[in-house]
């Protein structure tokens, strides 16, 4: 099991009274992760639990947590997108920011959304055995986008490498399973 605890891209202006942590573990061909967010979560725009939860683009334009991952060595990879709200998405791409397209792989993503006054807790549990042979090593990414109620978005990643804040360099992409 990795624990890892997330950090606010600097210089892009204060981010909300929170922090991200959690775990990351690979048993078999299940990827598990739990984002743990808390602190002054008045102060973050939380989407609302959807009736139907269903598969969207553009969540990362709201608070959502964000896993990258890929098998070492090889340029492709996938991005997959949570939202509090229930919504969720899994991105296959070829490389670095090319050839987006939904993992067809995937045509639910039932996750956990727990909600409390001062935490919210994220947890998926991910067959990769869909998309990945089973003993293939790979390298991760685990990020997260925070809104506050005036709109403006922070990001949160293990490492910001670069001049931008970018989830997709596999510079960042730190945790090995």
């Known amino acids: ?9 600097p210089g892009a202006g204060p981010a909300p009274p ?19 967010l808390r602190g002054r979560l008045g102060e973050v725009a939380i ?5 139907v939860p269903l598969r969207k ?8 947590g964000e896993l990258f991952f890929g098998v070492r060595g090889a340029p492709n990879y ?13 991105f296959a791409l070829s490389g670095y920011r090319q050839g987006l397209t939904e993992e067809g792989a995937f045509q639910s993503l039932p996750f ?7 935490r919210l807790l994220l947890t998926l549990e991910l067959d990769l055995g869909r998309i990945i042979p089973r003993d293939l090593p790979l390298e991760v990414g685990i990020t997260a986008v925070v809104q506050d109620h005036d709109g ?8 910001h490498p670069g001049p931008e804040p970018d989830f997709h360099r596999r510079d960042s992409f730190l945790i090995r399973v």
Request: glycine share 6%; with cysteine; proline share 7%.
């Open 57 to 64: 683009y553009d969540l990362w334009e709201a608070t959502c």
């Open 47 to 51: 989407p609302s639990p959807a009736a």
């Open 112 to 118: 956990g959304v727990q909600r409390q006054a001062q």
């Open 1 to 9: 099991m990795h624990r890892y605890s997330l950090k606010p891209f």
């Open 18 to 36: 929170v922090t991200i942590t959690g775990d990351l573990s690979r048993r078999g061909p299940v990827l598990a992760i739990q984002y743990d």
């Open 152 to 159: 403006r978005l922070t990001y949160w990643d293990l490492a």
């Open 78 to 90: 996938w991005e997959v997108n949570l939202s509090p709200a229930g919504h969720w998405n899994v």
